[in-house]
């Protein structure tokens, strides 16, 4: 199995990535299980003290219901966002927190395409996508260096630093042909595309006729030189099916691509990310789908994760999680965390595939247990 990068690697560290062929990067999935081994040590270097938080589950109601940063559509629900991190739950204390940005589209979308190159995803099908190559992917860009310490590190992850955005996971193929599969309807949808790396799912969402789609990465750098250009090279394609007329979006039309006018994006650590979205509109409208490939690799992160999906899905929403089994090294995995999700009692989990070929993988859906 490969999976590509869409970045150029420095000189001296080429040999340590097969190139396959025109600059694109591959890493089999034996060197990813590798490179995740590396991960747990350093990991614990890292991580502020983290005890796992095991509320009792009548907790969690309290934990959901008090004060908003922006008022929530759903405020008469006991499922009402939260606004602080002690409300987002202890990972938010215990992680080396990210703080969250919204990034603005640039009004030079040339510019978003400067220095990259554009091809087109293979094997897809019934969707066009097209992604970038960054050619100046380099240390120096300012904020973050991640790409170097990714390399020097021999690793696709270091916690707390670098996430795994700048490639493309193997879990995002299987949600997309999932999508196509069982038709899930995007028409009308307000989308999250959580930890979204080259943004492919929420790309997608959009072509497809969502509402609105907001993209999360804890990278800013990923969200600036990843995700942007490649919500960029994909919005001047043509809709498949969209429906989206809204007023707003037509006078928004007159300055950018449509499809760029329904997109937000943002980096930084989940529990700063919902604190930076609940307070960045007044009435706070949740997510009809939460879509998040490779997100549960790092059972530190299960807390904040479960309570990002708590504080940010809509009470008749879902989320479509693609994960593999086992991550081998950090710990996490699909079955540890649906016992995570069945003991806080929030949520119903269903497995929709088991894909069985190489590393074993699994599409899961989660809805909240009691939606009236
Ligand atoms: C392994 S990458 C997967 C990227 C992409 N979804 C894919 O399938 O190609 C994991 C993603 O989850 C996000 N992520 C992981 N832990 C996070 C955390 N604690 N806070 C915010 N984002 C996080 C990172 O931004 C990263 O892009």
Not at 192 to 218: M, N, P, V
Not at 220 to 249: A, F, Q, Y
Request: hydrophobic share 35%.
């Amino acid at each position: 199995m490969t999976f590509q990068f869409n970045f150029t690697i420095e000189g001296h560290l080429e040999n340590e990535i097969t190139p396959l062929g025109d600059g694109v990067l591959t890493l089999d999935s034996s060197k990813e299980s590798s490179a995740l081994e590396n991960r747990k040590g350093k990991q614990k270097d890292r991580k502020c003290s983290t005890e796992q938080s095991d509320l009792p589950q009548n907790h969690l109601w309290e934990y959901a219901s008090v004060g908003n940063a922006g008022a929530s559509q759903d405020t008469d629900t006991p499922l009402s966002a939260t606004n602080s991190s002690e409300d987002l739950g202890p990972c938010a204390k215990q992680l080396c927190l990210t703080v969250a940005k919204e990034h603005a589209v640039p009004k030079d979308l040339k510019k978003v395409l400067e220095n990259k190159a554009i091809e087109m995803l293979p094997g897809l099908q019934h969707v066009n996508i097209s992604v970038v190559k960054n050619i100046l992917l380099k240390e120096n860009f300012p904020g973050e260096n991640i790409v170097s310490k990714s390399l020097s590190s021999h690793s696709d992850l270091i916690p707390g630093v670098y996430e795994g955005g700048l490639k493309i996971w193997e879990c995002t193929f299987d949600l997309l042909a999932y999508f196509t599969k069982a038709r899930v309807k995007f028409s009308g949808k307000k989308v999250l595309d959580l930890g979204c790396g080259s943004g492919l799912l929420g790309i997608t969402a959009f072509k497809r006729g969502a509402k609105e789609i907001h993209f999360q990465d804890y990278n800013s750098l990923v969200i600036d030189e990843v995700t942007l250009p490649n919500v960029v090279s994909n919005s001047t394609l043509e809709d498949e099916e969209n429906e989206g007329n809204e007023p707003d979006i037509k006078r928004c039309r007159k300055s950018k691509p449509q499809e760029l006018c329904k997109c937000r994006f943002f980096s930084g650590e989940w529990a700063e990310f919902c604190k930076l979205v609940l307070s960045s509109e007044k009435l706070f409208v949740k997510y009809d789908l939460i879509l998040t490939s490779e997100t549960i690799y790092n059972p530190d992160y299960y807390s904040t994760l479960h309570q990002t999906f708590l504080t940010l899905l809509g009470k008749n929403g879902r989320v479509l999680l693609a994960s593999k089994a086992h991550y081998f090294g950090v710990g996490g995995g699909v079955h540890l965390f649906q016992k995570f999700v069945e003991e806080r009692n929030v949520f119903e989990t269903r497995t929709l595939e088991i894909i069985d070929e190489g590393l074993k993988r699994f599409l899961i859906e989660l809805t909240f247990k009691y939606s009236s």
